[in-house]
């Protein structure tokens, strides 16, 4: 199946609640107070849907999670299969996602629902695996987005073991970065202007060092710490997984072209427990669970090529948007003032290429 297909192959495991349950168990927890409220925060990846299998998360969902006192300033919106276009040809259906969040973007640019920039950048989706005629479907998304396309995500995260696929395996050959007819597509992201998103799995991570080397002139964000997986026959293996993981981390930072997004942990093919418990985590539980992920990372890249992001609402599984904020700020309490500027707002601001925030008080 191409990636203009069956969208219930995204996120099935990462909704284990409905909305209902997710906000009841939520609310057991009463909302911190948010660390640092004035540092501005640049969001660089959420998501937008409404459909009966994942629940609805729209502007008004994502306007009370933000509304918890941490300074967010922009959104970046990625891809997710919503509102693809049910009529027409396959290979251009991506293309209704783009017009869905850029009609949520100029609703957010009439300033009518406060000051944050939601979606101030795009990034969508479609099949690179066409090939070269890919080039059609990313120029009309370029076109509909009205300036604010950033980039595209052709998500490969695929595994051999039938347990993960209830997670967010989509129906892509193994290796699939590797076939020719990717890479013919992928070629004409650079070209475009357009930046690529990486979402696999860890054991996947070789794979993605190799397009990497293979592209030096485009700009690559690898999601959320590489897709580290603690489910399944991954269940029980933290640290053995982690010492593999933490070679390939290095590899594929010695490639300039590669950014690296820290979040996406609270989603539950990392294999915490934080779901199942009966009331939330708070942000100091999150911080000591996701700390092993995030520091590894910032060594390897740099500060300058590393961002933070909520990836709500998938990491919602796990905690509230503030405790996920406070989190973070936890783990980077004895960065330097630079340092933290970079990594949550300055490095997704310069690879987005969204407007820079100022650091001033609210």
Known sequence: MSQAGDAK???????????????????????????????????????????????????PELLADIGGGHNIVSTVFLECRAMYRKEGPRDMAALGEVEFVTGIAAMSASGTYGPCRIAEGIVGGGDLSVGAPVRALLEAEIQAAGGRLRGMRHGVAWDAH???????????????????KFREGFAQLAP??????????????????????????????????????????????????????????KEIAKCSNVYCKLGGVGMVSFGFDFHERDSPPSS?????AWRQYIEPCIEAFGVNRCMFESNFPPDKQSCGYTELWNAFKRVTANASTSEKTALYSGTAAKVYRLKVPQETSR
Do not use: C
């Open 284 to 288: 100091e539980d999150l911080a000591a």
């Open 9 to 59: 192959g995204d996120y099935r495991g990462t909704t284990v609640r409905d909305d209902i349950a997710l906000n009841a168990w939520l609310a057991k927890r009463p909302t911190e107070a948010p660390l640092e409220p004035d540092l501005p925060i640049v969001d660089p990846h959420h998501h937008f849907w409404d459909s009966p299998h994942r629940g609805h998360y729209l502007l």
């Open 162 to 180: 039938e347990a993960i696929s209830k997670f967010a395996s989509r129906t892509v050959p193994l290796h699939q970065v590797m076939d020719p």
């Open 192 to 249: 475009l202007g357009l930046s690529f998103e990486s979402w696999q799995y860890h054991p996947q991570l070789p794979d993605a060092i190799d397009l990497a080397r293979a592209f030096p002139e485009t700009t690559i964000i690898l999601n959320h710490v590489g897709g580290v997986l603690g489910v399944g026959p991954y269940a029980g293996r933290r640290q053995e997984i982690l010492a593999s993981w933490r070679e390939d981390i």
